[in-house]
């Protein structure tokens, strides 16, 4: 089968749509005073770090970044880690400080809104966590096709797609080189 690959987002692009969702966010939560972003590993935790960088650009002062792992509580997985996961490794910052949600607004950041499973993942996660004031969503592509009620608040950029088609993220931390591509399959194998 072969593969057609096409760049939709070059760094630059990903620079500006996430300047954006900067602005949206502290303009939406009128400050960032209780606000908290949590990177949904592994890619939406550099987007959350990105944009807290901007946040503070445009603020003058930082805001709390948190990474959170949601493998315990995918619905996919054959085997599930046991339910009493200490919360500090679920949700935890540079210094393994334990974290609690209650009355935080919660901006929760990854790259590819799809189904909808992985951010239900992250939910239940935060709900363990405490009652935050509100939860909301920044992605960096929303591509549709979901499975569950869940609609972002922040959109880089929305790319419609079919289901045999792929997003494929790469971000300098890991990939070194920032980019999206659609890949689309043709063919028959």
Known sequence: ???????????????????????EIVEKNKGIDDCVLIGIRTRGIYLARRIADRIQDIEGKPVEVRELD????????????????????????????SFSAHDKKVILCDDVLFTGRTIRAAMDALMDCGRPQSIQLAVLVDR????????????????????????????????????????HQRGQA
């Open 70 to 97: 949601i493998t315990s509580y995918r619905d996919d997985r054959k085997t599930l880690v046991n339910a009493n996961v200490e919360l500090a490794a679920v949700i935890g910052d540079l210094n393994g400080e």
């Open 1 to 23: 089968m072969e593969e057609e690959h096409l760049v939709i987002m070059d760094e630059t692009a990903i620079r500006r749509a996430l300047t954006r969702i900067a602005h």
């Open 144 to 183: 549709g096709h979901r499975e569950l009620p869940i609609r972002p608040d922040y959109v880089g950029k929305n790319v419609p797609t079919s289901k045999q088609e792929q997003i494929d993220v790469s971000l300098t931390e890991i990939d070194l080189k920032d980019q999206v591509m659609i890949i």
